[in-house]
């Protein structure tokens, strides 16, 4: 069962103010060795009223939120994603957005880039924050044991949880170790008229929201690293779909889940009766065709997010991502992989 539905997010209305609402509100759905995503007081709506307040604003004047998301609602919902996060940590009343999408160079080598560089109006500290939004959805059988996250993977089938992870842990978030990411940052605040000196505190976070589907009539224990009160649906294969929906209340409604707007789930009012939702589920599968998200809704059972694939689901299954060869010690003994307890 999905919990976000919030008090907050059903006051808004505009599709691009409810997904900046949801993406205030979710929660990561990981929690790894690096600090998570900024708090609500970090951000200076660690107050509900305040926090409504400032989304009613954006509700009455809603272009300046549409001109920051501009062509992202054509592209790759991660772009959307991003677009969410540099306006929310360029408006919101406690944090300064410094840069987003900073290249890093060695000459013109390209070695990466800082998703988002922000700080506190009240720390003198810089953050910087890699963000990912993932859908991802468990494996009855697969890689590793009941808990790994390589079971599970994204609805393309092209990633999975475990390799996201390891590419945040190994390589974006230790982007900050180099030194001409040092030189980069230091090039940042002097444009925002910083003395130039010695590197303020530096902190890594990653913010990692999103929702994981578990098999229908197949119980699966979540990943490891899942944070308790990550969002949480449904999948199941088309032909499984009519006893799923005859196990459904009378009166539930329904709606087609198009991206981006996979993050907050529709007002009531929008949603369909099932029967016509029904029609266009079987219009849809009369071909092959990827995964279908949907929500559904019931006055007295809530909200269901639910993922529909094709009978011959899934095509391919990512490869789990290599383990991190042990390195020696001063000791002699084996250094346990980074990030993961001994």
Not at 77 to 82: F, N, P
Request: aromatic content about 8%.
């Amino acid at each position: 069962m999905p919990t976000d539905a919030q008090p907050l997010l059903d006051r808004c209305h505009h599709p691009l103010v409810r997904d900046l609402a949801w993406l205030l509100l979710a929660p990561d759905l990981i929690a790894m060795p690096w600090p998570g995503r900024p708090s609500r007081e970090q951000l200076g709506l660690e107050d509900d009223d305040r926090a409504a307040d400032w989304l009613d604003k954006l509700e009455a004047w809603p272009q300046v939120l549409e001109s920051q998301v501009g062509d992202a609602l054509l592209g790759r919902m991660g772009l959307y994603h991003e677009r969410l996060w540099q306006f929310l940590l360029d408006t919101a009343p406690g944090t300064q957005l410094l840069a987003h999408n900073l290249p890093i160079l060695d000459g013109k080598l390209t070695l990466g880039e800082l998703d988002l560089l922000y700080r506190c109006q009240t720390e003198a500290s810089i953050t910087h924050l890699e963000v990912a939004i993932k859908f991802y959805l468990g494996l009855k059988e697969g890689p590793g044991d009941d808990h790994a996250q390589a079971r599970w993977i994204g609805p393309g089938g092209a990633d999975s949880l475990a390799g996201k992870r390891e590419h945040l842990h190994r390589h974006q978030l230790r982007m900050t170790e180099r030194p001409e990411t040092r030189d980069a940052i230091k090039a940042v605040l002097e444009q925002h008229g910083d003395r130039a000196g010695a590197l303020p505190s530096l902190t890594s976070r990653v913010a990692m929201p999103g929702v994981l589907f578990t098999p229908w009539h197949h119980p699966l224990p979540p990943p490891r690293e899942a944070t308790r009160n990550h969002l949480q649906g449904l999948w199941l294969h088309w032909h499984d779909w009519h006893r799923y929906r005859d196990g459904l209340p009378r009166g539930t409604r329904g709606l087609r889940l198009h991206k981006p707007h996979w993050l907050a789930l529709p007002r009531p009012e929008h949603l369909k009766p099932l029967r016509e939702l029904e029609a266009q589920l079987i219009a849809y599968f009369r071909a092959p065709a990827p995964p279908l998200q949907i929500a559904l809704w019931h006055p007295e059972a809530g909200w269901k997010r639910l993922f529909i694939v094709a009978d011959d689901w899934p095509r391919q299954i990512p490869l789990p991502p290599p383990p991190i060869a042990p390195r020696p010690s001063l000791s002699g003994m084996s250094e346990a992989p980074q990030g993961y307890p001994q």
